[in-house]
């Protein structure tokens, strides 16, 4: 059988390989560069955590495959974040501390010489949110010493967190806010920048050697949890003997096999493909509105605002239906599809329109897509988790499970 071909290797290609590979296909990831899930930051939620069920709960399948990579906690948890809050999240990477596991108590936060963390001032702000003062939680600022050598303080997190990979280093971490808790008297945790370990989470290693429950704040872009994933999913694929090739897909022909011609190199034959190159920020959508055409005339032509990165059959849509020509050569507005400025803004929204097995619609049976690249789902990482084992589940059963789809014939 030829292989089943991934393209994107986030969240959502990841859950998809795995699967369908676990289902016995033979599988082909390809992937151009970090994306959203490897810029993310440690928390996972089914619904963006504003919208307050984020203890949404995956299902079984999806979720016993996200346990074998070993990276996360998926039960809801209360993670402090490095913008001073608060927030619920339906789990985290195991680096981060779950705030929410105490009723009372302090929790210790050192202050060190980072100019990426100020201690004083988040121990102040976790202690002021509302959350705290119900569950009767304190944040207390200790000076402590967590950088061993001076250029440390120009390390960007993700560094940082490289080097407690080492043991030796972490047990000088754990010596450091010992003698820091030896200073503060009774704490319930200890909560660090995002330093915990690139190639696992390190937090476990650490807790055990201080004593306490130890782990991470959430951070905001690019943190160590980013660099986490990547590791585990290179993990997960070589165990799973998943083949990966860097590199950028530029179209998929709906040819018998199906063709997935690359930017560079020999065309690759494939039985079905899955379409898991994210949204916005991992380059599945682009933003690409008529009057970026030329920079001083007036458009040739309206076309809808967003296209995809990849040339495939299917197409965009929000709400259920494909995406409207502008009636402006001058395209619309950009805050007019845009959050804050817009409620539900076609922004969150657009995406390849798919049936309830991830099958592009409008494309031939052996074309699925999930994660950001879908429409009208949440831009959430568990719901491209999910989605990914979802479409990897579907195409199982299409080639192996004797299910009569016609891989190669367009469906409506
Ligand atoms: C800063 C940030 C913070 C976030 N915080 C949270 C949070 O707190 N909670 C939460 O649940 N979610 C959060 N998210 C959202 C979540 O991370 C994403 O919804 C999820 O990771 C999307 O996964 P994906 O696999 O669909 O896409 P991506 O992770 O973007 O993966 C797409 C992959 O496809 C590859 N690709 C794209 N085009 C091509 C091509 N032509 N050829 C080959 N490869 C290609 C890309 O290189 C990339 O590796 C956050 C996202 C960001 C950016």
């Not at 950028?248 to 018998?256: F, G, N, P, T």
């Not at 682009?286 to 990849?310: C, H, K, N």
Request: aromatic residues 4%; glycine residues 14%; negative net charge.
């Amino acid at each position: 059988m030829k292989p089943v071909v991934v393209v994107g290797a986030g969240a959502a290609g990841l859950g998809a390989a795995l699967r369908l590979a676990h289902g016995g296909c033979p599988v082909q990831v390809i992937d151009g560069a970090a994306g959203a899930t490897a810029l993310s930051c440690g928390a996972v939620d089914v619904t963006p955590w504003e919208d307050g069920d984020a203890g949404e709960r995956v299902e079984d399948e999806a979720l016993q495959l996200l346990e074998g990579l070993g990276l996360h906690r998926v039960a809801g948890a209360l993670l402090a974040t490095t913008a001073g809050i608060l927030r619920g999240a339906g789990g985290a990477d195991r680096a981060l501390l779950d705030v929410g596991a105490w009723r009372g108590g302090t929790v210790l936060v050192p202050r060190t010489d980072h100019p990426g963390w100020d201690g004083g001032v988040l121990a102040r702000s976790w202690s002021d949110t509302e959350t705290a003062r119900a569950r009767g939680l304190t944040f207390t600022a200790v000076d402590a010493t967590l950088l061993r050598f001076r250029e440390e303080r120009a390390l960007c997190d993700a560094d940082i967190a490289a080097r407690h990979d080492d043991a030796a280093r972490l047990g000088w971490l754990a010596e450091r806010l010992r003698e820091a808790l030896a200073r503060h008297g009774r704490c319930v945790g200890v909560i660090l920048p995002p330093w915990l370990g690139v190639e696992a989470p390190r937090a476990e290693a650490l807790s055990e050697r201080v004593g306490l429950p130890c782990g991470e704040a959430l951070s905001a872009l690019a943190s160590a949890a980013g660099r986490r994933f990547e590791f585990a999913r290179d993990r997960a694929l070589a165990r799973a003997g998943v083949s990966v090739r860097r590199g950028w897909v530029r179209r998929v022909v709906a040819s018998s096999p199906w063709t997935v011609e690359l930017e560079d190199g020999e065309p690759l034959a494939a039985s079905a493909v899955v379409l898991a190159a994210g949204g916005l920020v991992g380059g599945g959508i682009a933003y690409d509105p008529s009057e970026a055409q030329v920079a001083s005339e007036v458009p040739a032509q309206a076309r809808p605002v967003f296209r995809t990165g990849i040339e495939a059959p299917g197409m965009l849509g929000a709400g259920g239906r494909p995406l409207e020509l502008p009636g402006s050569l001058f395209g619309v507005p950009p805050e007019s599809i845009a959050w804050p400025f817009a409620r539900d803004p076609l922004m969150d929204r657009v995406g390849l329109l798919v049936d309830g097995a991830m099958r592009v619609k409008g494309a031939p049976g052996g074309l699925l897509a999930c994660g950001d690249l879908v429409a009208d789902r949440p831009r959430t990482w568990l719901e491209a988790w999910r989605s990914g084992v979802r479409a990897g589940n579907a195409l199982c059963g299409m080639l192996l499970g004797g299910e009569d789809v016609d891989l190669h014939d367009a469906r409506g």
